[in-house]
């Protein structure tokens, strides 16, 4: 039986986290705010856009649109100098096996990312032709916690809702696969992602085992 699985990017495949922690705490110490890793958390699974207003909400600062769309230009090119440094060794342990497996027993895979610089970081760690379909930040306007981004990538490799598998690692990840009616996989803490179905530590906890598993459910 056939499934379609949908990977988040971002915490899944990759611990971009941590370049956008440097990226954005260069932005927010230049205008004098703070930036903890703490605050980084809560930015996971975030569009940009909605990164900056919260960054800018917590340090009680307002900008002109000008100044906005500067700033945030600016976290993208610093950003993308951290991707430049990414290769193969960054996909997280477990990943390349899960995938090799899925691909193997010819199960259709896309990408469900917030990320508008999702194939640059694929391309990086030479992943993207493991990828079927590709949905990202460039082509969602609502952003997660609604269900769009999967709904998307679903819709992107002929599969409905229902017979979907969503793996991610952020909270608001986790409420859109739930909304959009897929089967909701979390990566990382259980007790920060009790609304999955079913949460693993990393890949390495997915065993063949388990995958086959869902194609049978
Ligand atoms: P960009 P995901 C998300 O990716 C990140 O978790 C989040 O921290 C980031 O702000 C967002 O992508 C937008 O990324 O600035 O590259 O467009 O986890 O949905 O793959
Ligand atoms: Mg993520």
Not at 109 to 134: H, P, T
């Amino acid at each position: 039986r056939k499934r379609g699985f949908i990977f988040d990017l971002d915490g899944v495949i990759v611990d971009t986290a941590k370049y956008h922690f440097l990226a954005w705490k260069k932005l927010a110490n230049g205008i004098g705010i703070d930036f903890t890793e703490h605050q980084n958390e809560q930015l996971k699974g975030v569009s940009r856009i909605e990164s900056l207003k919260k960054i800018l909400k917590w340090g009680k600062v307002t900008l002109s649109e000008a100044d906005f769309n500067k700033l945030m230009a600016e976290k993208n090119t610093n950003y993308l100098s951290y991707i430049a440094t990414m290769d193969e060794s960054e996909i997280l342990p477990g990943v390349i096996k899960a995938l090799q497996y899925l691909i193997d027993k010819k199960q259709p895979i896309a990408l469900g990312s917030a990320s508008k610089n999702s194939v640059e970081i694929l391309n990086k760690v030479n992943l993207l032709n493991r990828f079927d379909a590709i949905i990202d930040g460039n082509a969602v306007t609502k952003a997660k916690p609604d269900p769009e981004v999967f709904l998307k990538a679903a819709q992107s490799i002929h599969f409905s809702p229902e017979n979907c598998i969503v793996f991610e690692d952020s909270v608001a990840g986790i409420q859109a696969a739930n909304r959009a009616n897929m089967i909701s996989i979390g990566i990382g803490e259980a007790s920060i992602l009790n609304e999955a179905d079913v949460v693993f530590k990393d890949f390495t906890e997915i065993s063949t085992d388990f995958l086959e598993k869902l194609l049978s459910v």
